[in-house]
């Protein structure tokens, strides 16, 4: 314990060749690795990872003890919770009708459009190369696989897969698949915990 609070009471370690922009805020005991850029404004809470090459773009908003592995592209206006995991190539998107010109062929700026965000609740993991299609949210401790493309919300405790992606189970805060028991009560294998599934939601008994 002591050293984990050494570790966040440590300053925030930002690699020589990360692009930090004066105007966001390193919580203490994260770590922004090589090539990563964090813009204007972005909040990162402690004991962050946030991997080689990973762009977190301005005012997005990313809770304690969180990691967002190589390459990840997190566009405003995303907010993640704490203990989110974003595997490496995951992209959140944030226009909901892109286009590079306007009708009458002008370049687009940020007045000609209107920016949508992800949230990503607690404990939530999103897999390697997922997409996920803002505005969307994803629920408490779910569960996206690699590859996924999410565009629509994403309960509590859900496993989601494919193209679109759809609901094929249940997880557990240890990220392990839960284990029905019928009656709607399903368990997790590795911590115990029970839940109850009702009208298409899971709760943790």
Same mark, same amino acid.
């Given at each position: 314990?002591?050293?984990?609070?050494?570790?966040?009471?440590?300053?925030?370690?930002?690699?020589?060749?990360?692009?930090?922009?004066?105007?966001?805020?390193?919580?203490?005991?994260?770590?922004?690795?090589?090539?990563?850029q964090i813009r204007e404004y972005v909040q990162i809470g402690s004991g962050c990872s946030i991997g080689r090459g990973a762009y977190i773009g301005?005012?997005?908003?990313?809770?304690?003890?969180?990691?967002?592995?190589?390459?990840?592209?997190?566009?405003?206006?995303?907010?993640?919770?704490? !203990? $989110?995991? *974003?595997?490496? &190539?995951?992209?959140?998107?944030?226009?909901?009708?892109?286009? %590079?010109?306007?009708?009458? @062929? /002008?370049?687009?700026?940020?007045?000609?459009?209107?920016?949508? !965000? $992800?949230? *990503?609740?607690? &404990?939530?993991?999103?897999?390697?190369?997922?997409?996920?299609? %803002?505005?969307?949210?994803? @629920? /408490?401790?779910?569960?996206?696989?690699?590859?996924?493309?999410?565009?629509?919300? *994403?309960p509590d405790y859900a496993i989601v897969a494919g193209v679109p992606a759809r609901r094929s189970g249940w997880v557990?805060?240890?990220?392990?698949?839960?284990?029905?028991?019928?009656?709607?009560?399903?368990?997790?294998?590795?911590?115990?915990?029970?839940?109850?599934?009702?009208?298409?939601?899971?709760?943790?008994?």
């Amino acid at each position: 314990m002591n050293g984990q609070l050494d570790e966040l009471a440590a300053p925030a370690h930002i690699s020589l060749t990360a692009d930090v922009d004066a105007r966001s805020n390193v919580g203490p005991g994260s770590h922004i690795w090589h090539l990563a850029q964090i813009r204007e404004y972005v909040q990162i809470g402690s004991g962050c990872s946030i991997g080689r090459g990973a762009y977190i773009g301005p005012g997005v908003i990313i809770g304690r003890n969180c990691k967002i592995q190589n390459y990840a592209l997190v566009y405003e206006p995303a907010l993640l919770e704490d !203990g $989110v995991f *974003v595997g490496p &190539g995951v992209v959140f998107t944030n226009d909901s009708y892109p286009r %590079a010109t306007t009708p009458d @062929g /002008r370049v687009k700026t940020n007045d000609d459009w209107t920016a949508v !965000g $992800v949230t *990503v609740r607690t &404990g939530a993991s999103i897999g390697a190369r997922a997409v996920c299609v %803002a505005p969307i949210t994803i @629920g /408490r401790w779910a569960l996206v696989a690699a590859g996924a493309v999410v565009t629509k919300n *994403v309960p509590d405790y859900a496993i989601v897969a494919g193209v679109p992606a759809r609901r094929s189970g249940w997880v557990g805060r240890s990220g392990h698949p839960l284990r029905p028991e019928g009656d709607g009560i399903f368990v997790c294998p590795v911590s115990g915990d029970r839940f109850h599934e009702f009208e298409g939601l899971l709760s943790l008994l």
